[in-house]
């Protein structure tokens, strides 16, 4: 029996990750949140102002028996655009950049070694912008923020934003879903 493990990724609005990765078997519990910034305990609306320095992120509660690292990685590189530099469709801003918080050296090295694979197999039709950063103090965001698309389907940008992606992640891992 293998103990859970923690990711943290940043890929543009942290609704999109969070509806993605609950539906994902082996993720356990995925939190909206707020990383790598200045301030302590920020909010919503600090994190938006584009001022407080930190991303809009998921962390994800897995079990490594059931899915591994490498398989969140490669589903948070399918349903978000890596290479365009703080920005996801018309979220644009800092906090919405493309990033991966490792936790440990194994975390580092593996995604270390898939973002290079991707450059070298030209995945993608411009370079990545994904940064590769160590962990820092993460802060779950607000309640009304935590499973917003289970919660919300109906809403605007989850109809339109959130939903492609679900549907990508659906059609290209089927497989996986719980």
Not at 56 to 69: C, G, K, L, R, T
Not at 106 to 124: G, N, P, V
Not at 136 to 157: D, I, K, L, R, V
């Amino acid at each position: 029996m293998s103990d859970k493990q923690i990711a943290t990724l940043a890929g543009g609005c942290f609704w999109c990750l969070e509806a993605v990765y609950e539906q994902m078997r082996g993720v356990e519990k995925v939190v909206s949140g707020y990383i790598a910034g200045e301030k302590p305990d920020p909010t919503y609306e600090e994190v938006c102002s584009g001022n407080s320095g930190h991303a809009e992120a998921v962390q994800i509660s897995f079990d490594p028996a059931q899915v591994s690292y490498g398989e969140l990685l490669s589903v948070f590189f399918t349903i978000h655009d890596p290479t365009t530099l703080n920005r996801q469709g018309n979220d644009k801003g800092t906090q919405y950049r493309s990033a991966i918080y490792y936790h440990n050296e194994d975390q580092r090295a593996e995604a270390a070694e898939l973002m290079l694979e991707l450059r070298k197999q030209h995945i993608f039709p411009a370079p990545l912008v994904t940064e590769l950063v160590a962990a820092s103090t993460f802060y779950p965001a607000e309640s009304y923020h935590q499973h917003y698309y289970a919660n919300h389907p109906e809403q605007g940008y989850c109809q339109f934003v959130v939903a492609p992606k679900l549907k990508k992640f659906k059609e290209h891992f089927a497989a996986k879903m719980k």
